[in-house]
């Protein structure tokens, strides 16, 4: 829109000097017309950042670093830590015989189990077993640490919406007291429900753990009576069955299987999208990128950005995104095709 300027120089000068923006200078900084996210599309692969986080645990311990992770940091965003804006992905690493200190932070977590065996993550005194492939909750500000008792390392992806708490300033964080670390304490065991992806009956709105076992069996039973989706495959969110809402509240986590040779139309959601290959191979397609990716490789496709997946084999994505936020606030859409 052309502007009558009579003193342009001094005009935005003297505005400037009060903190004061000319809105209608560039609009679309304002208002985007679309999503235009900050953020790139990413890979991860898992053979490449195994060694190095294996190589971490000989720098630091956990009781040094509080927890020893890598962030999975997006290659566009400078001066902002997110895998996405709103969502961190993470590698953690725990030894056997080591214990990560109790701590309880504002930011809610998700850890999906990729490799190892014996440990248990503690949330609130409740002692919840970790096998790989399970999708486990430490919800906001519950008391959560880590003990191993395996003999192999322990490796689990760990999801936290630290962008969107920290957007909303709304971040606190309170280290573990002795007393009620789980160093100290015998844990006590899970109710039996947590074992069956059941409400335990002492806490009906805080399902911690989703055994993998379980969701692959409905993975399998949803493929026997239902097409599956042309871009998604056979897709299953993950759901608090006491309340029937996503199971966490700010994080819509699922699993998706795409069946050998599927070849996905396009889609997409402006929510960005997180996946952790749990098995399989294949490759998603954003535009002129292609990632190619197999068992365990993490990956992001960012908001609004047309997608498809093929896979080489039969191949099993966890996918976490903040979707459920975007549904309460009434904005998040999709599109099909295209
Ligand atoms: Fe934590």
Redesign the pocket.
Known sequence: MATRQPDPGTYYDRIAERHVLPLWVDTKQFVPWEPSPLYAAALWKYDELRPLLIEAGEIVTPEEAS?RVLVLQNPALSGFQGTTRSLYACLQLILPGEQAPD?R?TQS?LRLVIEGEGAFTSVDGGRVKMVPGDFII?PSWAW?GHTHEGDTPMIWLDGLDNGLMAQLDTTFFEPGRPETSNCADPLVDAPAGFQNAEAPLDLPARLLRFPYDKARENLENFRKISDADPCQGYRMEYLNPVTGNAAMPTMTTGLMLLERGFGGQTYQCTDGLIFAVLEGAGETVIGEQKLAWKEHDVFVVPSWSPHFHNAATDSVLFCFSDRVVQQKLGVWREARGG
């Open positions: 927890r701590h932070h977590a430490t959560h």
